[in-house]
């Protein structure tokens, strides 16, 4: 694992000598490039670096949460504030083997469905590194798991429109920015705890801490979270049915090569149902069993894993800023977050590797007595939960010094700054290692004339038996991959199941660097006001590196079979300028242009937008956006390598599942992706308390880059040279990579209607909010049908779940000391593709929250507050859909119903 000592002490160092400055005047300032409404008169806001007097004078969708709507809905950590939004969908948030296997304890956002890598992740208005690990489908995404202790957080802004030509490419479907508190003074701190009183013993503790002073003119804060959480397991509380999690490859297994079955048709072991485990036809359209023990022996590995990971995290942050001179300010910021996780596995996975499966006849424990090929794993039924480590590392700085002037523009402003940030992700994953376990069915040299026939060297001289300083076993030890080994209730494998396993470990590391300067300002006067502009310049620099142990880089793994270290940077240079120009008393047109060039990888790109804000009354404004976009191809998708567990439905087998193992690489000729978006919208504010607003949007991409879906490429070619085969006839790996698709669209409305009101003594804010998706049509080629995504899962294309309809409707009673909240949260039923077009329920949940403000209470001159929440008051259950873990991780929520009971103390 890398070090960060010296990076984390060189930043700190900077920190110090950057707060040197400490006897310089602190002066109240209009300046806020955190884009906080304070005291100033104008402010920048996410979407703009012209300063304004609003939110509402941006011609964009600009959605807000500010800290007490946080607190309203019982979040705990920033995933539970971008799960409820309704415009986020088919982000990961939950460790799913099937379809999130590397990425455990990380969260993401992924705006109209559009990708992780689609949605700019900000933090006070400055990038934040790429986790180090990919998703399945091989994308980088910002973790927001390890982004900032929830409590420093003042209020989180989602630009809903475009936003590359204001902040580069990565801004596709839109901006989320994370802003911190400011001036803070005083010392807070938090504690919850969250019990799951549905099944299981999973609960968890949530401790928090903020502090603020000033010191010689110099606002510090600092804030610190710590998070354990106890794991729910599917042994604990099971969604799927074995019918979903049953694998054809288990132990007790099946064999090739039995005298008497036909050729290539698989034996089942004849102690398969005695052992425990099931025995299954040779296909989904074959005679149940017939002839006699022709078929698998299937393994139900649905109660090893997790559907909440064990997870210990610790987050921190750091600010600092001040006043230089009468116009001059500087600020800092630091963040470390340490994350580690831990959810299961099925006991081994399955052997893939059948040309090394050969159990030979002088094995003392085969029962067929001559050479047979071994369809299984090494442990199955009866084996133990495989662990899977995860630990991720994040580290980030970043300053910036600004001023005022007054010179060829007015009301000007100045800003530079700098931000580093890292992550390293180290990932363990428990396998069969697959010369161990070949040379272990041949007793390793118990018959060395043998192994010299097959070619595998079962003596030291193969460093697949001695890496990690393995001892190997003495000569005549032989694996027994029979139903005898477990005959009365142990496992006669036990001691050799240590040597054969061993972990593949990935060490993920990202670096990003960020230089950016701009000026903005008044430059003259038009009849309706004056003319802002803003012009800049950035340098950003991203790398990626992946280091893997010497198995793996060889290979050696039997189901995970190994990836290639790799490492590689992509450097982008940029220019951007923005115009706003009062066109009359009540309507604005913002103008914005950038400029990127990704050098030799990506091209270069010149994207325009243009936004115009019209208010004919006080109480009406109406928006609409154009814009274009550009997204080059990642490092990990020119150059990377993963291999993933996942399921696939197999129309050889008249469309039974089975999971393999999927193996994707880099395609260095990829080219970039670019897209268009516009929005029209308006708000209506026609009494007093109530607000209305509707926004339609369209995003479309062409030569969008994604990852085939494996069930995709199985579709298309069952017997392609990129799907590997048993002798048997069953699907054990798929070969893909990243494309250019042809198409994506994408279009909707997103609805809001509040109204706020005061009853006597209580204050009544009832609120409906929600998302409809009209189209999300999906093309994988230029002359290839158009899928129609919305309303879909989309398991068999690269496309995210798309429920048609999302809401959240609620209601707010504040009284005095008082404050209970309620929220229906609903998401509409859709189409699985998986299975036929069998339909998958709609999901609707009820959380309720309330809280008593004891300082007000009693009258106290210190903050005391208590809280209570119930989340899924009712106990719903994720619909079912026919897959392995039996519910979409990428949708809905796992978990039953959730109590936590909070206290929160300051001075």
């Known amino acids: 694992m890398r070090s960060f000592t010296s990076l984390r002490a060189l930043a700190l160092l900077g920190a110090g000598m950057m707060l040197a400055p400490q006897t310089a005047h602190a002066q109240d300032s209009d300046v806020d490039t955190a884009a906080s409404e304070n005291e100033g008169n104008t402010i920048l806001v996410t979407g703009s670096r012209i300063r304004r007097q609003s939110q509402a004078d941006l011609a964009s969708p600009l959605a807000t949460i500010g800290s007490e709507s946080i607190s309203d809905i019982g979040a705990q950590n920033i995933g539970d504030v971008t799960q409820t939004l309704t415009i986020n969908t088919g982000a990961q948030n939950n460790p799913d083997a099937f379809t999130q296997g590397g990425t455990t304890g990380t969260s993401n956002i992924n705006l109209r469905g559009l990708g992780v890598a689609s949605t700019l992740i900000l933090l006070n208005g400055k990038r934040q590194t790429l986790s180090a690990a990919p998703t399945n489908d091989g994308i980088n995404f910002v973790d927001t798991a390890s982004l900032v202790p929830l409590i420093a957080i003042d209020r989180v802004e989602i630009l809903k429109d475009g936003a590359s030509s204001l902040y580069g490419s990565d801004a596709v479907a839109g901006v989320v920015n994370f802003i911190t508190r400011e001036n803070y003074e005083g010392f807070t701190v938090s504690g919850e705890f969250t019990e799951h009183t549905s099944e299981g013993d999973y609960s968890e503790y949530n401790i928090q801490a903020l502090a603020g002073v000033e010191l010689g003119g110099v606002n510090l804060m600092a804030a610190v979270s710590y998070v354990d959480r106890s794991p729910l397991t599917t042994a604990e509380r099971r ?177 530079v700054n700098f931000t580093y940030a890292e992550n390293n992700f180290t990932t363990m994953t428990e396998d069969t290692v697959r010369d161990r376990f070949a040379c272990a069915l041949r007793g390793f040299n118990a018959v060395p004339a043998f192994n010299d026939a097959t070619g595998l060297d079962c003596s030291a001289q193969n460093p697949f038996l001695t ?41 993920r ?40 142990d010497a198995i793996t880089a060889s290979d050696g793994f039997a189901f995970l079979i190994g990836e290639q270290p790799f490492s590689g940077s992509q450097s982008v240079y940029a220019v951007f300028g923005e115009v706003n120009a009062p066109l009359t008393d009540w309507v604005d047109l913002q103008l914005a242009i950038r400029y990127e060039d990704y050098g030799t990888d990506g091209g270069d790109t010149l994207d325009p937008k243009i936004a115009v804000l019209a208010r004919p009354t006080d109480w009406v404004s109406l928006r609409g956006s154009f814009s274009t976009s550009f997204r080059a191809p990642s490092t990990f998708q020119l150059q990377g390598q993963s291999t993933t567990l996942q399921q696939v439905s197999d129309p050889n087998n008249a469309g039974g599942n089975v999971f393999a193992a999927v193996r994707a690489g880099g395609n260095p000729l990829l080219t970039p992706e670019t897209s268009t978006a516009y929005n029209f919208g308006f708000t209506l504010e026609p009494v007093d308390g109530l607000e209305i607003t509707a926004d339609y949007y369209n995003f479309e991409f062409d030569d969008a880059i994604v990852q085939t879906a494996a069930q995709e490429l199985v579709n298309a070619d069952p017997d392609g040279p990129n799907i590997i085969r048993s002798p048997a006839g069953t699907i054990i790996q798929v070969n893909n990579g990243y494309v250019n698709a042809a198409s994506v669209e994408t279009s909707g409305v997103d609805f809001l209607v509040r109204y706020r009101a005061d009853v006597g003594a209580f204050t009544i804010t009832p609120s409906f909010e929600g998302n409809y998706v009209i189209d ?132």
């Open 467 to 507: 890496a990690n300083q393995a001892v190997i076993p003495a000569d005549g030890t032989f694996f027994n991959p029979f139903a005898t080994a477990l005959a009365g209730g142990t496992n006669a494998n036990a001691a050799l199941l240590d040597y054969v396993t061993e972990f593949s470990t990935a060490d």
């Open 239 to 415: 969604l799927s049915v074995p019918s979903d999690d049953t694998s054809i490859l288990g132990n007790p297994g099946a064999f090739i090569g039995v005298t008497g079955a036909p050729a290539g048709a698989p034996t089942f072991d004849p102690g398969c149902a005695d052992a425990g485990g099931t025995p299954l036809p040779a296909s989904a359209a074959a005679a149940p069993l017939l002839p006699a023990g022709i078929g698998f022996c299937g393994f139900d590995f649905g109660e090893f894993f997790n559907l909440v990971p064990e997870e210990e995290r610790l987050t921190v942050f750091v600010s600092a800023d001040a006043d230089l001179t009468d116009s001059i300010r500087w600020s800092a910021e630091i963040g470390y977050a340490d994350n580690e996780a831990t959810r299961g596995n099925s006991p081994t996975f399955p052997f893939l590797q059948l040309g090394q499966a050969v159990v030979p006849s002088f094995n003392p424990n085969n029962i067929f007595a001559e050479d047979v090929v071994f369809l299984g794993r090494a442990s199955g039924t009866g084996g133990d939960v495989s662990p899977q480590f995860t630990e991720s590392e994040t580290f980030r700085f970043s300053t910036e010094i600004e001023g005022e002037f007054d010179g060829f523009l007015a009301n000007g402003l100045w800003n």
């Open 776 to 907: 999300y049509n999906l093309q994988t080629s230029v002359n290839g049908p158009e899928i129609d995504g919305a309303g879909n899962r989309n398991f068999t294309n690269f496309g995210a779940p798309t429920p048609e309809l999302r809401f959240n409707a609620g209601v707010q009673v504040a009284a005095g000391a008082h404050a209970f909240n309620v929220f229906g949260r609903y998401i509409d039923s859709y189409t699985d593709d998986q299975n036929l077009g069998a339909d998958i329920d709609s999901d609707f949940r009820v959380d309720a929250q309330y809280s008593l403000d004891l300082a007000e209470a009693l009258e106290l001159n210190n903050q005391l507050q208590l809280t209570a929440g119930v989340r899924n008051l009712f106990g719903v259950t994720a619909p079912r859909v026919a897959t392995n873990g039996g519910f979409d991780s990428r949708v809905h929520d796992p978990r039953g119903t959730l109590v936590t009971v909070g206290i929160v103390a300051g001075i």
């Open 509 to 548: 590391g990202s670096e990003l660097f960020v230089g950016e300067a701009f000026v903005s300002g008044e430059l003259f006067d038009l009849p309706a006001g004056p003319l802002g502009v803003a012009l800049g310049v950035q340098y950003r620099d991203q790398s990626i590196d992946a280091q893997f």
